[in-house]
């Protein structure tokens, strides 16, 4: 008889340089399973799978994005502009994200989320932070749809906390947001999760706590058991 077993948790590693975005982050997490909080560079992360802010066109010029390609080589600017051609006509929306492989052995992918269309934009009074974050962890459901169990863990930093201006206690508030609908449900389409964020947290940069999203019955992604 074959037994098939669980897939195991994914391993989150929330890491940043900004003090403030860390100790915001360590409030909105309280009591997560699964997510580690670190103050460093995600340069030092062990992780599957690394994710890095970027803008629509996959251009790995400013902010982390040109410290992941120093890092990995401007081979990795190639794989995510083709990934974003091949399979988004050439500009990835906020709200999408894509996973490439990084060749390198830590991490072994990387996975490209824009929180803004250009380079540089204030998306301070924006959902982006929680779009971006939500679709990079719908990327980890499609790579380990597609090769199950490839990505065990995945680091990210404070979406939109540098270039994009978003306040550490947003952003954290955001990012949990994101998290939670990982949590919860896999969309196959981009444009469901977009609807589904935005159609429910209006409200949210005025909150003063993060909140959990209620996916619902229109939606047309598949609740996680």
């Given at each position: 008889m074959t037994v098939k077993h669980a897939p195991k948790p994914l391993r989150v590693v929330?890491?940043?340089?900004?003090?403030?975005v860390v100790a915001a982050w360590r409030t909105a997490f309280a009591g997560t399973p699964g997510v580690e909080i670190r103050t460093g560079s995600i340069l030092d992360v062990d992780a599957?799978?690394?994710?890095?802010?970027?803008?629509?066109?996959?251009l790995m010029n400013g902010?982390?994005?040109?410290?992941?390609?120093?890092?990995?080589?401007?081979?990795?600017q190639l794989r995510v502009q083709r990934a974003i051609?091949?399979?988004?006509?050439?500009?990835?929306?906020?709200?999408?994200?894509?996973?490439?492989p990084s060749g390198a052995a830590v991490p072994r992918f990387l996975i490209s989320t824009p929180t803004m269309r250009t380079s540089t934009q204030d998306v301070s009074q924006t959902l982006n932070v929680a779009l971006a974050c939500a679709a990079a962890f719908q990327a980890v459901h499609r790579q380990n749809a597609a090769t199950?169990?490839?990505?065990?863990?995945?680091a990210l930093v404070g979406?939109?906390?540098?270039?994009?201006?978003?306040?550490?206690?947003?952003?954290?508030n955001l990012m949990?947001?994101?998290?939670?609908?990982?949590?919860?449900?896999?969309?196959?389409?981009?444009?469901?999760?977009?609807?589904?964020?935005?159609?429910?947290?209006?409200?949210?940069?005025?909150?003063?706590?993060?909140?959990?999203?209620?996916?619902?019955?229109?939606?047309?992604g598949t609740r996680r058991r």
């Open positions: 929330l890491t940043d340089l900004n003090t403030d599957d799978a690394w994710v890095t802010p970027t803008n629509s066109r996959g902010g982390l994005d040109a410290v992941i390609k120093r890092h990995l080589g401007a081979g990795i051609r091949d399979g988004h006509g050439g500009e990835l929306k906020v709200g999408s994200a894509v996973c490439v199950p169990g490839s990505i065990a863990s995945v979406l939109g906390a540098q270039t994009g201006q978003v306040p550490a206690r947003v952003c954290a949990w947001t994101g998290h939670s609908l990982f949590e919860d449900h896999e969309f196959t389409d981009a444009d469901d999760l977009r609807a589904t964020v935005t159609g429910q947290l209006d409200d949210l940069l005025a909150a003063d706590r993060p909140h959990r999203l209620t996916v619902p019955a229109t939606a047309r």
